[in-house]
T-cell receptor
Framework: QQQVKQSPQSLIVQKGGISIINCAYENTAFDYFPWYQQFPGKGPALLIAIRPDVSEKKEGRFTISFNKSAKQFSLHIMDSQPGDSATYFCAAMRLLGSARQLTFGSGTQLTVLP | DGGITQSPKYLFRKEGQNVTLSCEQNLNHDAMYWYRQDPGQGLRLIYYSQIVNDFQKGDIAEGYSVSREKKESFPLTVTSAQKNPTAFYLC???????????????FGPGTRLTVT
């Protein structure tokens, strides 16, 4: 019930195209859904996040779409650039006791071709 | 310059030896976390601490130990009991106030541990 399923495992997109990464969850106790971007040999960096009372959040070229009834959320990267090539992780957070815990998806390796 | 530092970046150890990974933050965050990352997998929680002198086991705590004697520091010891210790280890911190919206976790640059 704590699992977050992420797809696809890898994604290749042409420069200027739209990259779409999908995640699904089961546990309705999750109440915060961040996306992280990770470059090789570096720690993940928070990219964008959404709460379940909002269906969409946009920051620049990055948009999260959230479907609470389906328990699914996705990241859209518009006008993808070679510099966006990285591994992207979705995550879901819940309150466990007095602590907030993140559960991560397995990651999507995005390659944007020039 | 605020942030999270992890040292060393690369660490090599022989099987059977304990090794301690350092994590320091100057963000004045209450909560700190240790994650393990294996190739092709997401991050898995090892231990977390909400406050000094208190910490809780995460999903994969077996073979690891931690301490939280100072707010800024949360070292992780990988013991010889950990069956597959070779991995990328990430430390994170957050403001930790569960009643606020300061949920974001900020990650350090990681330590790659190789045990042979």
């Amino acid at each position: 019930q704590q699992q977050v399923k992420q797809s696809p495992q890898s994604l290749i997109v042409q420069k200027g195209g739209i990259s779409i990464i999908n995640c699904a969850y089961e546990n309705t106790a999750f109440d915060y859904f961040p996306w992280y971007q990770q470059f090789p040999g570096k720690g993940p960096a928070l990219l964008i996040a959404i709460r379940p009372d909002v269906s969409e959040k946009k920051e620049g070229r990055f948009t999260i779409s959230f479907n609470k009834s389906a328990k699914q959320f996705s990241l859209h990267i518009m006008d993808s650039q070679p510099g966006d090539s990285a591994t992207y992780f979705c995550a879901a957070m819940r309150l466990l006791g007095s602590a907030r815990q993140l559960t991560f998806g397995s990651g999507t390796q995005l390659t944007v071709l020039p | 310059d605020g942030g999270i530092t992890q040292s060393p970046k690369y660490l090599f150890r022989k099987e059977g030896q304990n090794v301690t990974l350092s994590c320091e933050q100057n963000l004045n965050h209450d909560a700190m976390y240790w994650y393990r990352q294996d190739p092709g997998q997401g991050l898995r929680l090892i231990y977390y601490s909400q406050i000094v002198n208190d910490f809780q086991k995460g999903d994969i705590a077996e073979g690891y130990s931690v301490s939280r004697e100072k707010k800024e520091s949360f070292p992780l010891t990988v013991t010889s009991a950990q069956k597959n210790p070779t991995a990328f280890y990430l430390c994170a911190s957050s403001a930790g106030r569960t009643t606020s919206f300061s949920y974001e976790q900020y990650f350090g640059p990681g330590t790659r541990l190789t045990v042979t």
